[in-house]
């Protein structure tokens, strides 16, 4: 008896959630057709990213673990602008299952977010641990997307990525918009911003982008329509001759976009992290 007991009282919390549980409630949630396209998919995807993409492999500090986009101090740095309306979105799930930490559930949902809106398999682990406010990292870590391909690598390799990854990274922004409320900057990348595709690299490639006209910070729109967008830091991948080669390969290619985006976004969401040694390797089944 003394050692049931024992045995139940140490189980991490994270051992007592059901994650495809998680992953089906959390792929529930996408679809809001009063929000912005119509999913949240895309800032999903964007949470999960700024949760992790403060990581310093230096120092060894920021990135995932311990949640702490969640606390003012971090969710207030101005890169993270308008991600409460993920975290809301998602706090339900938090209440429903009480022993997930919120570095796991937001890591997730940009899991759930890139598989549901028919992109790759992403591999995931669960067990980061939530940390305190204490925890939070500098402002000044994520990209600023008026800057260039010196920036975007300045900022990426001290995560600890080449520069191949951070070309097959870049491929997200097919999904979802910049809104002025959020980073003054405005309009989605293409015409399917909630459906994962290699559309970034392709529009990047195939479109004439020109200064866009207007009294917002400096970004680019197609000459055609006028209605897609390039951030600065976006068109360094068309200018730059060595992540050229890359967009110019994944434009060509979908299914090698796909197998190096998985790759490089299951490496970005466990940046820093001290796994558990007995935490399994989930590949989730996309739902029908
Ligand atoms: Fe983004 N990104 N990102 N980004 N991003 C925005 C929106 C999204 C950068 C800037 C911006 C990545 C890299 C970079 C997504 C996913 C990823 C916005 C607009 C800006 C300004 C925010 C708003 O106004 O709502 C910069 C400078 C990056 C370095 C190149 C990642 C690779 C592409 C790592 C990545 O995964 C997603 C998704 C969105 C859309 C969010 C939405 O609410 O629709």
Known sequence: AGWYFYSNETTPSWKKVNYNSVYKDIAGLLEDED???????????????HASGTYDKKTRTGGSDGGTIRHPAEAGHGANNGLEHARDRLEPLKKQYPNISYADLYTLAGVVAVQELG???VRWRPGREDKTEADCTPDGRLPDAS?????????FYRMGFNDQEIAALVGAHALGRCHTSRSGFEGPW?????SFTNFFYTELLN??????KWNGPFQYVDKQSGQFMMLPAD???????EFRKYVEKYAADQDAFFEDFAKAFAKLLELGVKFPEDAPVYEFKTLE
């Open 35 to 49: 929000y912005d396209d119509g999913s949240y998919g895309p800032v999903f995807v964007r949470l999960a990213w």
């Open 119 to 121: 992109g790759p398999t």
């Open 147 to 155: 800057q260039g391909a010196d920036h975007v690598r300045d900022i």
């Open 190 to 194: 293409n015409a399917s911003p909630t």
């Open 207 to 212: 479109n004439t982008w020109v200064p866009k």
């Open 235 to 241: 068109m360094a991948f068309k200018k730059d001759s």
